[in-house]
Structures are given as structure tokens and as C-alpha cells.
């Protein structure tokens, strides 16, 4: 396995959380074009929407969001009130046919709004668009700052499903990157929502911290899986200091090197499986009954920009800084500069900075790389039903893929591309062979494992 580490696993790939890959975005894609695409959306569509809060208490050295920790009250105040206006805006654009099956608030750190403020938003979404009667609610929170308000607020909603980050349990682990969150903090909160009727949880763990061992990551997973989540996502530390600022204060003498990384995360794959959990994609891992584990068993499992997900809607609408919207014809980015935003929407602007119009093979090329990263196999005739022919126009795609066959990390058969359980970890280095914009000399990606 040593051989794939300097060959594959350090190499720079896109997740694949978008096809093309949001490196690929420019401001040719402007605020008109973004309200064509709203005022398209008809019955047929189904929608889900994201809402992006880029504030936090601290923030964690690992952390790769987009997120800060403000100075002051009315910073945040000035934000939503924002945020309101750009739902309103955005509202005003969509035909109300179009139902909103799902609701995601991702950041930061969501439940740094106040409890009712964080519900005027919900409300105000629910205003503004037609929500199905079933729809989820997500919430990404911050075990440490999640307090009773919060909880008696979201459990006035249906279908509510929190997200966590405990990451590492062990208190040396969580010192090296700045996050204390002792164990009893996370136990007593699952108790409080399930007493509450919130039993959708989900929980994050990483490997590849500052002075993590194969020893950290199983107890984590463990420990975690006692409380019986729903769903786990585990990630591998991205460390992009040039990239994020806060990533500067790690000591780089404590990252854990590309064989120990490979073992943390079979480690923390071999554990959450030990414990009853399905493997879904490449790092996700859901209880067998559960929606995510049933959409991949049932060939419907995507993957968008929050990573895999059981969520059908073919739409995807983003608000605030930094959000990505997904249509049928591309995507937008919403300007990520949290006054530069403000300003836009206070000028009766749709704050859109940048996106992707499709053109030629982004739809095909993007649909084959979602499958390969959802089900690890692909028939490329499926891609091509008009000439049954699709080997064909992929020979250069097939060809890329030949060193890869002759490693052991897929297997091509006929039109058949079979990831391999060898190839699995390298399932990004995999789909990158498909993808017409990756070129191998960037370093604009973080590593494959
Ligand atoms: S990991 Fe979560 S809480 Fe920590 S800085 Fe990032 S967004 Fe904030």
C-alpha cells in the first residue's frame, strides 16, 4: 500500500461535491443570470435550501469553513436583517409551485443566532416559499454552544435533524486543535433532544489531527457510536494553511503522516462498521434503516456541495455570504465577503459574484462522476443511451483509467467501471480521470486521503 501513498493519496483532487468543481466558477455568471434561472424553476422542480451563518465563538485551527468570530453584536444583527431581505428578494423570483423538501443551515456555526432569531429565519423561508408538509430541517450545531432555547425551538418543527462536530473525544487531541468539548457535554445534549422528539442525529469525526493515532480515532468512533447516531460523516484533516489562516497556528510536527492517515481512516471505517453502521460513498456511514443507507441501497443516493445525501430535490437555492446555489443549467456563488455582502443586498442587489453556466459534457461528465462517487460503479452505456456506444467516446477517459486497473483500484469490464475495495480511498483520484478540467499540477484541491 505504500507505493499508492506518494502515487495517489498525496495528489491534489477535487471532492466532487460539484461537477465541475467550484474552482472552475468565474464572474462571468452574474446576478441576471442567476434571476433567469429562479424565474425558470417551475411545478417539476423540487427545491432545497441552504443557509449559510459565517459566525462562530472560537475558532477551531482545523477548521476550513468559511466563518469568523465577530466583533460585535451588530455585525450579526446587520447580517440576518440581510438575510431576511435576500429571502424576500429570492422569494419574489421562484413560481411557489415548487416545493421545498429540505432545509440546511450549514456555516459557522447556525446556533450562534439566538434562538428566536434563528426561528425568524425558518419563518421567513417558510414565508417565502412553499414548504412540503414533511420537509427536513437541518441544523449543523455546535454542541458546546447549544443551549435549552435552542433546543425547545427546533423541537416546535416536524422533521428536525442536528448535525454535530465532535471530531476527536480525547481532551490532548482537542487542545492541539483548539476545540475542548468534553464527552459529557455531547451525551447530555443527545438526552436533551431526544427528549425533546429530535432523534435525527448526525455526528462528525475526523482523522489526520495534530497528534491523532489509529488508538484516538477508534475510541472516538466508539465512543460516539454508543450514543447511537443516525448517520456519521467521518473527514480527513485538509491542511491548507496558505489557504486558511487559523490552520497556521497547528504544529505541523504533529500531522500525522499518509500510511498513518489511510490506517486512521480504516480505523474509524472498520469501527463505525463493527457498530452496525452501513458504509455509504466514501466517508459517510448511516444506521441500516436509514433514509441515506436505503437511498444508496435503492440507486438514488446523491452527493451536492454538504457531501452525500438521501435529499431528492434537483434544486439547490444558497443564502448568505458564501452560498452555492445548483440549477439544471449551472451554479452560483453569493459574494463571500460577509460587509461586501451586506452592502449588495442593501442595494437591492442579489449578491451574486461568480458560478458556471453547463456547457458541453459538464451534465454527462458530472452525472458520471456523482454515480461513481455515490455506488463505486458505473455502466458508461448507461451515460450514452442514443448510440449504446459510450465506451467509444470514453477511450481517453479508459485510457487514463489503465494504471489505475493495473494498481488493483478499479476493474473495467466491457462498459462496467467497478471501483475496487483497494480503490475505494482513491475514489476522488478515480473520478478524476473523467473530469475534462482537473489538471494534475494544481494545488488548488487538498490531498486525496
Ligand atoms: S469547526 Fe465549526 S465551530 Fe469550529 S470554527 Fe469551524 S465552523 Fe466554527
Not at 117 to 144: C, G, K
Not at 377 to 398: C, H, S, Y
Not at 425 to 430: A, D, E, F, M, S
Request: aromatic share 10%; hydrophobic share 40%; net charge negative.
Amino acid at each position: 500500500m505504500t507505493k499508492f501513498i506518494s502515487k495517489y493519496a498525496t495528489a491534489a483532487v477535487p471532492r466532487y461535491t460539484s461537477y465541475p468543481p467550484a474552482t472552475q466558477f468565474h464572474d462571468r455568471v452574474d446576478e441576471h443570470i442567476y434571476r433567469r434561472w429562479l424565474e425558470s424553476i417551475s411545478s417539476d422542480d423540487s427545491l432545497s435550501l441552504y443557509v449559510h451563518v459565517p459566525f462562530c465563538e472560537t475558532l477551531c485551527w482545523y477548521c476550513g469553513c468559511h466563518t469568523s468570530v465577530p466583533n460585535s453584536e451588530d455585525r450579526v444583527a446587520q447580517y440576518v436583517e440581510a438575510l431576511h431581505a435576500e429571502i424576500s428578494r429570492v422569494g419574489e423570483c421562484v413560481s411557489g409551485l415548487a416545493k421545498v423538501k429540505h432545509l440546511h443551515f450549514g456555516g459557522g456555526t447556525p446556533n450562534y443566532l439566538k434562538p428566536d432569531v434563528l426561528i425568524a429565519v425558518i419563518e421567513r423561508l417558510m414565508a417565502a416559499f412553499t414548504f412540503e408538509s414533511n420537509a427536513e430541517i437541518a441544523v449543523e450545531v455546535d454542541p458546546r454552544s447549544l443551549d435549552d432555547g435552542h433546543i425547545k425551538a427546533l423541537a416546535g418543527y416536524k422533521n428536525v435533524r442536528i448535525s454535530m462536530g465532535i471530531q476527536d473525544v480525547s481532551l490532548d487531541i482537542q487542545k492541539n486543535v483548539n476545540r475542548i468539548q468534553p464527552f459529557d457535554q455531547v451525551v447530555k445534549l443527545v438526552g436533551q433532544l431526544r427528549d425533546v422528539g429530535i432523534s435525527s442525529i448526525n455526528m462528525d469525526l475526523m482523522y489526520g489531527l495534530p497528534g491523532q493515532t489509529v488508538e484516538h480515532v477508534r475510541k472516538s468512533a466508539m465512543m460516539a457510536a454508543s450514543l447511537k447516531p443516525d448517520r456519521f460523516a467521518v473527514f480527513g484533516y485538509a491542511h491548507v494553511p496558505w489557504f486558511k489562516k487559523n490552520q497556521r497556528a497547528i504544529d505541523e510536527k504533529l500531522l500525522p503522516g499518509g500510511q498513518e492517515r489511510l490506517d486512521q481512516a480504516d480505523a474509524a471505517r472498520d469501527t463505525l462498521v463493527e457498530c452496525g453502521y452501513d458504509r455509504i460513498g466514501l466517508d459517510h456511514f448511516a444506521k441500516p434503516d436509514d433514509a441515506m443507507a436505503r437511498a444508496q441501497k435503492g440507486g438514488t443516493l446523491r452527493r451536492n456541495f454538504q457531501g452525500y445525501t438521501a435529499d431528492p430535490a434537483n434544486i439547490l437555492i444558497g443564502f448568505g455570504a458564501s452560498s452555492i446555489g445548483s440549477f439544471t443549467s449551472g451554479f452560483v456563488q453569493t459574494e463571500p465577503n460577509v460587509k461586501k455582502y451586506r452592502e449588495a443586498i442593501f442595494e437591492g442587489r442579489l449578491p451574486i459574484v461568480r458560478g458556471l453556466e453547463f456547457s458541453g459534457n459538464d451534465n454527462l461528465v458530472g452525472s458520471i462522476i456523482e454515480k461513481l462517487m455515490c455506488n463505486f460503479e458505473i455502466d458508461l452505456n448507461d451515460f450514452d443511451q442514443e448510440t449504446g456506444r459510450a465506451k467509444d467516446r470514453f477511450l481517453p477517459v479508459l485510457a487514463a483509467l489503465q494504471p489505475l486497473q493495473d494498481d488493483g483500484l478499479v476493474e473495467i469490464s466491457c462498459s462496467v467501471v467497478k471501483v475496487t475495495e483497494t480503490g475505494k480511498p482513491y475514489i476522488r483520484n478515480i473520478a478524476a480521470c473523467f473530469d475534462e478540467y482537473w489538471e494534475k499540477s494544481s494545488a488548488r484541491h487538498s490531498r486525496a486521503v
